[in-house]
């Protein structure tokens, strides 16, 4: 079992930045691909980035292209979240988590362990 702890959410102006860290502790994290999603309440958790376990490939929600990235550190078992130009809608609470399919994924029902969330609140 893998744990996972999100830090870095803040509240941040509108075209700001903020960057978000995920510690992983427990088994063999660079085994693992790992993912970003985020959740609003009341609403469906949704994909946002995702890595494979070398940091060889990344993946992107459609509505964060280019704005965001994905990145890890292996050595210090540590997967970030560069988010740049943040807009209004990107307010959510943000998880990270691990899938151990072999591959990163976008859907969250592959991801077996799970943060506690890092709440990002962009003002407008």
């Known amino acids: 079992q893998v744990q996972l702890v999100e830090s870095g959410g803040g509240l941040v102006q509108a075209g700001g930045s903020l960057r978000l860290s995920c510690a992983a502790s427990?088994?063999?994290?660079?085994?693992?691909?790992m993912g970003w999603f985020r959740q609003a309440p009341g609403k469906e958790r949704e994909f946002v980035a995702a890595?494979?376990?070398?940091?060889?490939?990344?993946y992107y929600a459609d509505s964060v292209k280019g704005r965001f990235t994905i990145s890890r550190d292996n050595a210090n078992n540590t997967v970030y979240l560069q988010m740049n130009s943040l807009k209004a809608d990107a307010t959510d609470v943000y998880y990270c988590?691990?899938?151990?399919?072999?591959?990163?994924?976008?859907?969250?029902?592959?991801?077996?362990?799970w943060g506690q969330g890092t709440q990002v609140t962009v003002s407008s």
């Open positions: 427990g088994r063999t994290f660079s085994s693992y691909a």
């Open positions: 988590a691990v899938t151990t399919r072999g591959m990163a994924t976008i859907e969250w029902a592959d991801y077996s362990s």
């Open positions: 890595i494979t376990w070398s940091g060889g490939s990344t």
